[in-house]
Every structure is written in structure tokens, then in C-alpha cells.
């Protein structure tokens, strides 16, 4: 069959067509696309702070405006590298009308995100959160908290820890006072006290004890000894101090990235444990709007959620009034500082879901649910037995809190019957109880156990773990593309940021779709329910049918 090419008609094509009147970028942008909220957010924010960063003079800089607006909607689109930004900004359109079609180079945009922005990105992410309040999409009144520990950009095998720096260093300690006891005995004799350690507190004293030995008459071992102990044993102990004093506090660090701490990840694919160098990052929450986040060098949280607390005060001038957090924060010092200051805390303790089952509340062997006489302070154990104060201990943690522990025993538990499940020691049986954090239990057991505390527990998977889930998997955001904590709480505060814009379209999204109408894909699904539902009547119709004939005609 032949085709008739005349009646084949094409619309009208020609790169080179030329127009009366030049057409404008946003001409071919829809009204409601999301570089337009970008551009009104950044418009209403005061970067004086940023402009501050700027000395003036020389050639002409590129509006600070202009990049943040095109930082913000590329960390939006999930484009987190300048070449590419640089890239997009002379191909993509909304990129280019964004920026107003200025061209800056790669190395332009690093520069700008990476020096001028690391001073003044709190407060740009501080602004944000205050126009979300502003707004209404939140109140700052609660605040769901959690953390998680991302990898660093750092080389995996870099680690260098403390025990082992400690070791040689004091080895390398032992060698040098060996050489310096033979070298020259009068030396130490004179400058020193009895009683004294003639072992080098450090390089910079190891270096005075050097100059001080006289060269002359000395034979070649001595002269070997002496240049073995300037040339390879004092560059040796600088190193060592200087990896302490990188590693502060911490018990390991990374060469690559020395902010760096090597944790243990969820991510162990080799299933073996293996610590990688990382931050442990904390965030807190409202309506799956980040609020608040802070970066960590210890690998739990316990130790985080005060100073947490304080930096989120800091932002905001106020404490929030309600905090709500995972068994991992429930300690005895959290709960002292939130009662201190008046915050309703939903913070769970270990145990806590382990409390409530019936295996445990049979447990004889637990302290809770042994009967204890507050007014003359004894427990009394499953047998009878009255369980006396022995003495009180101290424990003392990390963050040099000091808790109070009192002791009680049992008198007798030779013979005793239930000895067996009630503890499993050979002597009579003693408890240590914190009674400070006892009574913070049970206060965060009523309040969890209550109505406000059930929604808050029924909320908490879906704030917080939803925002982890969603910066690590929609927004491809697994792994830190920095060294050094600055950059890095440069770099996520700007993914923060653009978090936050991004969860505001969509609410408005939702907002619009309410006003106009039904939603398609809902309506859709309804009407595959709908259906689903009318199949499955049908089918159990259809079976009793089945079995009412079996019935009357005597099949089986």
C-alpha cells in the first residue's frame, strides 16, 4: 500500500528562527514550580552576616543572593557537586533564570560554599525555621529527637588510636632515659629532686636536656647515642604528642580527616564490626521539619542530648517545651537537667518496653518489683527477707556527672528456696539502687504510659526516623563529600535547608490538591478498593454457595 506524501503535514522547525521581540526565561517556568519558592524564601532572608564576609575592592564578586539561591535549589534537586551546579547553570533553564544567566565557574561556587558560608549558615537555617513558624507549618513548642552516625570522606584505613600511641610513647619514654641515664648520670643527678621521675614530661623539655649535654670529651658510641636521640627519638615523641593533642578526648582519630572518630556503623556489610571514621549526627524534628542538628565525636547519645539542648536554646533563644526521644537518651543526668528547666520530657529508659511484658513483671530477680518501705528504707525480698542499706557508692561518667548508688543486703540466703531465681550469686543477695533515677523513671513511665505520651510515642517513628530515612535514600546522602567539621556542618546545614524548602512544597502541594478537589491517584485508589472489595465478596459468596449445594445433593 503506498502512502501519499502529500497529505503528510509537519509543524514548522528552524534553529535559526529569529524573534521580533526577545522571549524571557521565566515565560517557560509554571507559576507554582519550586525554583519560584526558592527565589521569594531567599529573597526574605538578611545575609548581612554573609555580606560581612566580603572585604570589597578588586574585581567585582557575584551577588551572594544569586549563589545562595542557586546552592539552595541544587542541594533541592539533590545536585551536590559545583562542577555539575556549574554545568546545569548554562543548560538548565531554571537554573539560568535563577541566576539571572551569570556563569560562574565551579571553582567560584566551591569557594563561596565552602569559606563564606561556614561562618553564617546557622543563621541562614535559623531563618528558615522562624519563617516555617511564621507560616504555621510549626510551633518550636516540641521536638522529637534522634541520631545517626554517618561515614566521613575520610580513607578508611587512616585510623590512629590512642592506646596504641600511648604505648609506644611511653616505650620511646624508656629508651630516651635509658640513653640519657648513660650518656651523662651527673646531669640528671644535679637537676633533679629526690623522689622526682627523671623521665621527659614532653619533646620541648627532652630537647633542654639535649642542649644541656656537653659534646666534648665524649667518645663516638656516646656521640651516636646523642645524635640518634636529636635525630630519631625527639621527632618521634613530637609525633606522638601530636597525635594526643589531635585526638583530645577522643580514643581515635582519622589522618585523612582528623575531626573524624571511627564508629561503629549500621552499614556493615562484611558483618565483622569494622569501625569506620564518621560523626555522629543529631537532629530534632517537628512535623518531619528539621529544627535543630548538631555533630558529635562519641558514638552514643547519652552523652548528647544536654548539650544538644543548650544549642538548640542557643538558636532560638528558648528552650522547647516538650522533648520526646528514644531509650538511648533516657539517663539520670538528662532527666535532671530537662526537670531543672521545666521540659516536659517523653524519653524513654532502657527497659522500658520490657517493662510492661509479663515475663519480666514475674521476674523475682528484679529490684522493680521488689517492695520497698521509702520511710524506713528497706527492701524486702520474694521470701520476706528485709533488705537493709549496707553503704553508698559514687559512679561517675563521662560528662563527670556524679550519681549516688546505696547498696542493701539480705541478712541470710542459705537455704533459702527461691535462692536459685532470685539471684545468682553464691552469698546473700544485694541490690544497688540509684534512687534519684528511679524516681525519674517512674515519673517518664507516667508520662509515656499517658494520652499525650502514646501520641507522642506513635509519632516519634514517623518524625524524626522518617527525616533519616529520607536524607539517606531519597536524597542520596549516605556519606559526608567533605573533610573537616566546619565544611561538614556547612554542607549538611545547606541540605538541611533545602530539606525544609522541599517539605514545604509538598505541603503546599497537598494544600492546593485539598482546595481543588479530589486527587486523582486517591480517587483511583479508592476505586481499585472499591472493586478489590466487590471481588472478594463475590468469591465468599461463591463458597458458601459451594458448600450449601454439598450439603443438599450429599457431596463431599
Not at 541544587?74 to 556549574?86: D, F, M, P
Request: charge should be positive; aromatic fraction near 12%.
Amino acid at each position: 500500500m503506498l502512502i501519499d506524501s502529500a497529505n503528510i503535514q509537519f509543524k514548522e522547525y528552524s534553529q535559526g528562527m529569529d524573534s521580533l521581540f526577545p522571549c524571557r526565561l521565566d515565560e517557560n517556568i509554571s507559576s507554582d514550580a519550586p525554583v519560584r519558592l526558592v527565589n521569594q524564601i531567599v529573597d526574605k532572608l538578611d545575609i548581612s552576616p554573609l555580606l560581612s564576609t566580603y572585604k570589597g575592592g578588586g574585581c567585582p564578586a557575584y551577588y551572594p543572593r544569586m549563589l545562595l539561591k542557586v546552592l539552595f535549589f541544587a542541594y533541592l534537586n539533590n545536585v551536590y557537586s559545583c562542577r555539575k551546579i556549574a554545568r546545569l547553570l548554562q543548560e538548565n533553564i531554571l537554573y539560568m533564570w535563577l541566576s539571572g544567566k551569570s556563569t560562574p565557574d565551579f571553582r567560584t561556587i566551591n569557594d563561596f560554599r565552602s569559606k563564606r558560608l561556614k561562618s553564617c549558615i546557622h543563621s541562614l537555617f535559623t531563618q528558615i525555621v522562624l519563617m516555617l513558624v511564621e507560616l504555621g507549618y510549626i510551633s518550636l513548642e516540641k521536638q522529637y529527637i534522634d541520631g545517626t552516625k554517618m561515614e566521613s570522606a575520610a580513607n578508611r584505613y587512616t585510623f590512629v588510636w590512642r592506646k596504641s600511641v600511648e604505648k609506644y610513647k611511653d616505650r620511646l619514654e624508656n629508651k630516651i632515659q635509658c640513653i640519657l641515664s648513660q650518656i651523662d648520670e651527673g646531669i640528671l643527678g644535679d637537676n633533679t629532686a629526690p623522689g622526682e621521675s627523671t623521665l621527659p614530661i614532653d619533646s620541648h623539655a627532652l630537647k633542654e636536656k639535649i642542649d644541656a649535654i656537653n659534646l666534648e670529651n665524649r667518645n663516638k658510641r656516646e656521640l651516636r647515642q646523642i645524635k640518634k636521640l636529636n635525630e630519631e627519638y625527639l621527632p618521634k615523641l613530637q609525633e606522638y604528642e601530636k597525635h594526643l593533642e589531635i585526638m583530645g578526648e577522643r580514643n581515635s582519630y582519622s589522618k585523612t580527616d582528623p575531626d573524624a572518630t571511627f564508629m561503629r556503623m549500621k552499614e556493615d556489610h562484611m558483618r565483622n564490626g569494622q569501625l569506620k571514621p564518621g560523626y555522629n549526627l543529631q537532629i530534632s524534628t517537628e512535623n518531619q521539619f528539621i529544627t535543630n542538628y548538631a555533630f558529635y565525636h562519641n558514638p552514643g547519645d547519652t552523652l548528647t542530648l544536654i548539650s544538644f539542648l543548650l544549642y538548640g536554646r542557643m538558636r532560638y533563644c528558648r528552650f522547647m517545651k516538650e522533648v520526646c526521644a528514644d531509650a538511648g537518651y533516657g539517663s539520670e543526668e538528662n532527666y535532671e537537667f530537662m526537670e531543672r528547666f521545666g521540659i516536659s520530657a517523653y524519653v524513654k529508659y532502657n527497659y522500658f518496653h520490657m517493662e510492661q511484658t509479663k515475663k519480666w513483671k514475674c521476674d523475682i530477680s528484679k529490684q522493680d518489683n521488689l517492695y520497698y518501705n521509702e520511710p524506713e528504707d528497706y527492701f524486702v525480698c520474694p521470701m520476706g527477707q528485709y533488705m537493709k542499706f549496707a553503704y553508698t557508692i559514687k559512679a561517675v561518667n563521662d560528662n563527670g556527672y556524679e550519681s549516688e548508688i546505696s547498696v542493701y543486703r539480705a541478712k541470710n540466703c542459705q537455704g533459702c528456696p527461691l535462692q536459685n531465681k532470685c539471684h545468682k550469686g553464691r552469698g546473700n543477695r544485694e541490690i544497688k539502687v540509684n534512687h534519684k533515677l528511679r524516681r525519674y523513671k517512674q515519673l517518664a513511665r507516667e508520662k509515656l504510659t499517658s494520652s499525650k505520651g502514646l501520641e507522642h510515642r506513635s509519632k516519634r517513628p514517623v518524625e524524626v526516623e522518617a527525616v533519616f530515612g529520607q536524607i539517606k535514600w531519597n536524597k542520596e546522602y549516605k556519606r559526608f563529600r567533605h573533610k573537616g567539621l566546619e565544611k561538614i556542618v556547612m554542607d549538611f546545614g545547606i541540605l538541611a535547608i533545602a530539606f525544609n524548602i522541599g517539605k514545604m512544597i509538598c505541603k503546599q502541594k497537598k494544600a492546593k490538591k485539598g482546595r481543588d478537589g479530589k486527587d486523582y491517584k486517591t480517587d483511583k485508589g479508592r476505586k481499585l478498593s472499591f472493586m478489590r472489595g466487590i471481588f472478594i465478596s463475590c468469591w465468599i459468596n461463591h463458597k458458601k454457595r459451594k458448600k450449601l449445594e454439598g450439603t443438599l445433593f450429599g457431596h463431599p
